[in-house]
């Protein structure tokens, strides 16, 4: 067994994979609310990056090997994955995944995960765990919801509050030759086709030959299957809220560009199979902002619909760009002066 020495953290023990050049498969993404997505080159321009970044999640395939290696198929049944953004990726740039040495003596355990650029920028920062429920650890997307300060004011992009739940499930299935949806314009079996660390037990061929018998959905489809309109035409619904009515005029169907800060999964009986019908269900957690932007982590509890069970849940943080809608700034003045005025009555 090699251990490797990584650029950032050269004191940790660890094992890594190869470098691979993932692809920006998102180019064509479908977003709506009047502009294209931060994968296509000119609005990540608009919205001052350097590059169209490559979705977060595409970059998880990259840990397969590593956590079959670490942890075994088990990995898939009971695994987590919780990682903070730092770094983008650009399309077909080299990056090289790693993950702390885990303890040979130990069938449960969470070790830290991440990978790295060429020149030793950080992509990603996390961890990653076998065995262990959600409250048997403390994940990256934990101690970063834990961190979050009070609002100021009222959000313009999040008008929903920590503890608010989608008013009811959202089917959801990925299957190997259908388009997954607008979110991700492609086939299961094209994403197979680039991804950059394919195994026997994703393919339609050889998925019989798992432990499981049938072919199971690669670590980036996670968050495929949870992030909505995924094989369905069902949307998302939330409460209404009373009094939004000049917010709704004022955007006029038009929505902030949105990126991903971070993502978690965890596997409660994984794992998750190609053409298995499952249902979402979601709740806000957590909402705040920074000087550029507005968030909002919202966990989905992804379900077998044939029996119930819970499969598993992806805890997402969604970043809304504020200098992506024009206005933003008296909207928001306007929306922190509602909120005050409320706070008085």
Known sequence: EKLHMSKSRPNVECIAGEWRRPHNDLQE?????????????????????SLAPIHGTVHWSQLTPL???????????????SVHFVNMVGHLQEVRAFLQKPDATKKAQQVQVWMEHVDGRVVFDGTASVGLKPGEMTTMAQSKIAAIKPVKGRLL?????????????????????????PLFPFTHQRKLDIITESHPWFAEASGSSSPWGRAILPPESFNQIMLGLCGTSKVMRYPDIAGDEWLHKAMAGRSPVGLFGGCEVILHNGPIFVGEAYACSREI?????TPKAEFRWTRTFLRE?????????MTLQEMQLK???DGYTELRAKSDAFEAKAAKL
């Open 157 to 181: 992009f999040n008008r929903h509050g920590a503890g608010t739940r989608s008013l009811e499930p959202e089917p959801a299935k990925i299957e190997f030759d259908k388009v997954i949806g």
């Open 323 to 325: 200098n992506s809608l």
């Open 29 to 49: 993404q479908n977003v709506g609310g009047g502009h294209k997505a931060i994968h296509d080159d000119a609005t990540a321009a608009k919205v001052g990056l």
């Open 285 to 289: 957690v957590g909402v705040g902002e």
């Open 67 to 81: 956590l079959l290696q670490a942890f075994g198929p088990a990995w898939f049944e009971t695994g987590s994955i």
């Open 305 to 313: 619909s044939s029996s119930g069970k819970l499969v598993a849940e």
